[in-house]
T-cell receptor
Framework: EAQVTQNPRYLITVTGKKLTVTCSQN?????MSWYRQDPGLGLRQIYY???????DKGDVPEGYKVSRKEKRNFPLILESPSPNQTSLYFC?????????????FGNGTRLTVT | AQSVSQHNHHVILSEAASLELGCNYS??????LFWYVQYPGQHLQLLLK??????LVKGIKGFEAEFIKSKFSFNLRKPSVQWSDTAEYFC?????????????FGTGTKLQVIP
């Protein structure tokens, strides 16, 4: 089954404790992206990747890191999480970096930083 | 930079009522437009998309949207809503940005359908 898989689904952590949210897609998609969803703000792009070893900042990259060493994986790293990073996070992928490809979303990761 | 406005933040309808959710975007060039739906506790799923051609596009579950270029709008419609349509709806614009894909989402509209 074609899908985008994120783990974990729920995560509670403390300020400053490094964490990684994994994202993997099995559709051989070139483009991958991370979003955070906050009430009243919709989805905001954190980072995106056009292909292996090619990543760039989205609209809200501060406090986050990503890597794209393999085509299928695009982990999101929070080196020193803070409470303002409490949010619902979605990974998404699409078949190409062209602007007519719809996004396929993972099931989301609800992160709470205390 | 492109932006997307969804005017209705929360809509409450009775079953069988007609639905229209507004979406306006700002971008001067060619865009591709999408509506995504997020059912409670789930991820976003594609509802419908517009790339070119007929400005009236039909999606899944009886939804349709009309692209009006002169108004920079892409409103979502459904003639008769069902309780199962209760969800959050996001309009999205996908436009070239430095040669790559830049997707901008609206802030979403929560639809509550009362049986």
């Amino acid at each position: 089954e074609a899908q985008v898989t994120q783990n974990p689904r729920y995560l509670i952590t403390v300020t400053g404790k490094k964490l990684t949210v994994t994202c993997s897609q099995n559709m051989n998609h070139e483009y991958m992206s991370w979003y955070r969803q906050d009430p009243g703000l919709g989805l905001r792009q954190i980072y995106y990747s056009m292909n292996v070893e090619v990543t760039d900042k989205g609209d809200v990259p501060e406090g986050y890191k990503v890597s794209r060493k393999e085509k299928r994986n695009f982990p999101l790293i929070l080196e020193s999480p803070s409470p303002n990073q409490t949010s619902l996070y979605f990974c998404a992928s699409s078949s190409s970096s062209r602007h007519n490809s719809p996004l396929h979303f993972g099931n989301g990761t609800r992160l709470t930083v205390t | 930079a492109q932006s997307v406005s969804q005017h209705n933040h929360h809509v409450i309808l009775s079953e069988a009522a007609s639905l229209e959710l507004g979406c306006n975007y700002s971008y001067g060039g060619t865009v591709n437009l999408f509506w995504y739906v997020q059912y409670p506790g789930q991820h976003l799923q594609l509802l419908l998309k517009y790339f070119s051609g007929d400005p009236l596009v039909k999606g899944i579950k009886g939804f349709e949207a009309e692209f009006i270029k002169s108004k920079f709008s892409f409103n979502l419609r459904k003639p008769s809503v069902q309780w199962s349509d209760t969800a959050e709806y996001f309009c999205a614009v996908n436009a070239p940005s430095g040669g790559y894909q830049k997707v901008t989402f609206g802030t979403g509209t929560k639809l509550q359908v009362i049986p």
